[in-house]
């Protein structure tokens, strides 16, 4: 069950790290279920054709150009496991911490467009006048 990402324990915790990851994977399961685009780029019957029985597709350049769009995680190591033990094999969770710091101490949000803004003012405006005008009820 999906309930708050980032949220532990019955919701009682919320952890930057738990969030990051989170979010990770909901970007993983979300790509599966858009499932596979058919198109003539992505058959590609001309790779097909060009490798040919018992070749191999790694190293063709198609697969170099494409492979990208299927997935782009930020944070899981898909290098050998040598290359990840020569980086000192970095924990996910440790990660996932260094990355929610990151975006604390250096994410600079676009501002909102003007008339964005003032919609959410109008709308933050109207439900506190809602909740006056209830407790004015209970009170009469």
Known sequence: MIY???????A???DYASA???NEFLDM????V?????SEE??????????????EFITHEHTYENFRRLSHPTLMNRDTRENWE??????????????SLDI??????????ENVQKELDRIYTDFEKAVEERKAEKVA
């Open 42 to 55: 992505n058959i590609a019957m001309d790779v097909i054709r060009d490798v040919g029985p018992a070749g």
């Open 12 to 14: 009682l915790l919320w």
């Open 86 to 99: 020569a980086a000192g094999s970095p924990d996910i969770v440790d990660v996932a911490y260094e990355k």
């Open 34 to 38: 858009e499932g596979i685009r058919v």
């Open 104 to 113: 604390i101490e250096n994410y600079k949000p676009e501002p909102r467009p």
């Open 29 to 32: 399961v979300l790509k599966v």
């Open 20 to 22: 990051i990851l989170q």
């Open 4 to 10: 708050g990402v980032g949220m532990l324990d019955s």
